[in-house]
């Protein structure tokens, strides 16, 4: 499978970006799917997660209230809507997935918010 993570870019603080990972290579709708994200200097850290049909999603405190994953199993993607963004929020992002214990990753797209 292989996932390709697009919509970053440079957003004033209280801005928005809505992130969409397309997948490939098997059907989507098999698999719980996840947002990353990375600092400069920090680990890698979820940000949110959204189960197969997407009726249940999760998210990290600091982005609850302002965040909203979802998906499209038809066209395999799932988007991570990005609202009040923070200087905080600048990181590298990642779309995930994991099969038989295997993490996939997309390629990571950068967002930087300015203060």
């Known amino acids: 499978v292989q996932l390709q993570a697009f919509g970053g870019g440079v957003v004033e603080a209280g801005g928005s970006l809505r992130l969409s990972c397309a997948a490939s290579?098997?059907?989507?709708?098999?698999?719980?799917m996840g947002w990353f994200r990375q600092a400069p200097g920090k680990e890698r850290e979820l940000v949110a997660a959204i189960t197969r049909y997407g009726r249940n999603t999760n998210y990290a405190d600091s982005v609850k209230g302002r965040f909203t994953i979802s998906r499209d199993n038809a066209t395999k993607t799932v988007y991570l809507q990005m609202n009040n963004l923070r200087p905080e929020d600048t990181a590298v992002y990642y779309c995930?997935?994991?099969?038989?214990?295997?993490?996939?990753w997309g390629q990571g797209t950068q967002v930087t918010v300015s203060s």
């Open positions: 995930h997935l994991m099969i038989a214990l295997i993490n996939y």
């Open positions: 290579g098997r059907p989507l709708r098999k698999y719980d």
